[in-house]
């Protein structure tokens, strides 16, 4: 049974960037699309991009266009989340999350979530 | 981008009691809405998509309905289990969430 499994917490500088990985185990990692989705603590879910990996395109959310790149490694069915230019704002847990069943698009399928906090 | 609205924020239910959260779209998403569950520390979870339809090991006491920019999610008798924040999402246009709906003990 497929898992998608995150890396681990980070802590990083203002200023600078993080990148998370998230592995698909246990199943045809080309076939799905990942999405990343982030919650600020107390806050609501925020969709900031998705990746085809048989492809390699990825979209992004208007709100993050310039500052996140999404990509993938087929080899190792590893899919990559960095964002850059950090600022406390960004301190949140980053999920990525698929579904697993061909032409839908709702997330049937989540990592357990990266937290990730931006402090001086 | 397509704004999910959710009412009420919080919803304050005693045990057994039914349940019923609101989702607005500001504009049709036709019947691609779906709906999540987090609880604190934890990944969302699918309860419904295609507006309607359970996900795999749901229970019965949930139900969604709804099409266009009106959906709803009821929650027949609420068990212990069942108190935690519920997402809407519409994947019509991209993906956007709405804010949260908490469903707390009264």
């Known amino acids: 049974q497929v898992q998608l499994v995150q890396s681990g917490a980070e802590v990083k500088k203002p200023g600078s960037s993080v990148k998370v990985s998230c592995k698909a185990s246990?199943?045809?990692?080309?076939?799905?699309?990942i999405s990343w989705v982030r919650q600020a603590p107390g806050q609501g879910l925020e969709w900031m991009g998705r990746?085809?990996?048989?492809?390699?395109?990825?979209n992004y959310a208007q709100k993050f266009q310039g500052r996140v790149t999404i990509t993938a490694d087929k080899s190792t069915s590893t899919a990559y989340m960095e964002l850059s230019s950090l600022r406390s704002e960004d301190t949140a847990v980053y999920y990525c999350?698929?579904?697993?069943?061909?032409?839908?698009?709702?997330?049937?399928?989540w990592g357990r979530g990266t937290l990730v906090t931006v402090s001086s | 981008e397509i704004v999910m609205t959710q009412s009420p924020a919080t919803l304050s239910v005693s045990p057994g009691e039914r349940a019923t959260l609101s989702c607005r779209a500001s504009?049709?998403?036709?019947?691609?809405l779906a709906w999540y569950q987090q609880k604190p520390g934890q990944a969302p979870r699918l309860l419904i998509y295609?507006?309607?339809t359970r996900a795999t090991g749901i229970p019965a006491r949930f139900s969604g309905s709804g099409s266009g920019t009106e959906f709803t999610l009821t929650i027949s008798s609420l068990q212990s289990e069942d108190f935690a924040v519920y997402y809407c999402?519409?994947?019509?246009?991209?993906?956007?969430f709405g804010q949260g709906t908490k469903v707390e003990i009264k």
């Open positions: 295609g507006a309607s």
């Open positions: 504009q049709s998403v036709s019947s691609n």
């Open positions: 990746i085809i990996p048989i492809l390699g395109i990825a």
């Open positions: 999350a698929t579904c697993t069943v061909a032409g839908y698009w709702y997330f049937d399928l």
């Open positions: 246990g199943g045809t990692f080309s076939s799905y699309t």
């Open positions: 999402q519409q994947y019509n246009n991209w993906w956007t």
